[in-house]
């Protein structure tokens, strides 16, 4: 009978879903400068293979997706996929993450075509040193369509940080006030080794309780109970702050006994976890003509290998080479 349970009693409701592997940044913590390997076109899924995948997905009980990349807003056409998982009646929350260089134009056609809910990457409230980590000047692009997409009505907007010692984690202080002043939930997120070009070393890496020890001296900050809605973001709040703090600890506190997600990767694998490159190939049973219930067992394929959890714990075994950009995050 098919089911989204996984082996370790997990139920699986939610599925990201990488459109691209093409990036208008190259932040230093993901993408490479020279030697940039991208898919062929081919390669990457269609729009209708995608919402094939999805509907597919639907009847084993995902109610959520997450559009990312790459930069999801480069690839045409985007809000017609947007506008169509919007009105899969199953699917009961559609958001996107983005580096949002090009919301600006983007975020009332998105919005139009339904979607609410927005993260958005910013490591750095300083236009140069954004220019330094990503390696485009692009900070205002960002910061503008920030503040359009907050005008317009998105909500929530989901800031994301990764934070890097030596590089960021002398802004937290900053980005604590933007919590205060504006409605944005700054999440926190630990710098995690993943893909062959995070550059990742265990000196620039900073546990979320560090981060929150930091971010006490500013003012103290109230947890905010989980609810079922929640993904795997520790939520706190400052006193009469607009927005939140959350806190996405994958290395020091892992989370996965309340891992619900799966990933489907820019090329058409299923990924049952982000850390390690076992993957499930949908995409040749999509181009072979495969029945909905076969690619329905595909699917129940990669649940069934889910890991029980990640082993990418400081200084252990690598397991996952495969680049960010091509699994979305
Ligand atoms: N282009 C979009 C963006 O920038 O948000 C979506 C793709 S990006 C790969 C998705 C998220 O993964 C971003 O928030 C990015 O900061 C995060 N990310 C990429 N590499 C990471 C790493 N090594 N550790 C932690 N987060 C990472």
Redesign the pocket.
């Known amino acids: 009978m098919a089911s989204n349970v996984d082996p370790y009693n997990r139920k699986i409701t939610y599925l990201r879903v ?1 459109v691209t592997d093409r ?1 208008n ?1 190259r ?1 230093m ?2 993408t490479p400068v020279k030697d940039l390997k991208l898919l062929d076109h081919a390669d990457i899924l269609s729009y209708e293979e995608i919402l094939k995948v999805i509907h597919v997905a639907t009847d084993l009980g995902i109610k959520k997706v997450r559009l ?5 807003l480069l690839r045409r056409n985007f809000v017609h996929l947007v506008e169509s998982a919007c009105r899969i009646p199953q699917i009961e929350d559609v958001s996107i ?4 260089v090009l919301l600006q134009e983007m975020a009332r056609p998105l919005f139009e075509a339904g979607l609410r809910r927005i ?3 910013l ?1 750095t409230l300083n236009p140069l040193k954004y220019t330094k980590i990503t390696r485009r000047e692009c900070f205002d692009a960002v910061w503008n369509g920030l503040q359009v997409a907050e005008a317009i009505g998105f909500s929530p907007i989901k800031v ?3 934070v890097i010692k030596g590089i960021n984690d002398n802004e937290l202080l900053r980005f604590a006030d933007l919590s205060v002043r504006k409605p944005y939930h700054i999440r926190f ?7 062959r070009d ?1 550059n ?1 070393a265990p000196e620039k890496y900073v546990p979320s309780d560090k981060i929150r020890s930091k971010l006490e001296t500013f003012g103290p900050l109230r947890k905010i109970p989980r609810s079922i809605h929640d993904g795997p973001a520790e939520r706190y709040q400052f006193q009469s702050a607009k927005g939140e703090i959350g806190f996405i600890s ?1 290395l020091s506190h892992h989370f996965c006994p309340l891992c619900n997600r799966l990933r489907l990767t820019a090329d058409g694998k299923l990924r049952p976890c982000l850390f390690a490159d076992d993957e499930v190939d949908i995409k040749s049973p999509l181009r072979n003509g495969y029945s909905h219930q076969d690619l329905r067992d595909v699917f129940q394929q990669a649940i069934a290998r889910k890991p029980r959890r990640h082993h990418a714990e400081i200084l252990k075994k690598r397991e996952c080479l495969r680049s ?2 091509t ?3």
């Open positions: 990488s990036c940044l932040c913590y993901c990312t990349g790459g930069e999801p993450t983005t580096n949002g993260n958005v990457s490591d994301n940080v990764v997120i630990e710098y995690m080794p993943i893909g995070s990742w994958a960010m950009s699994i979305g995050g």
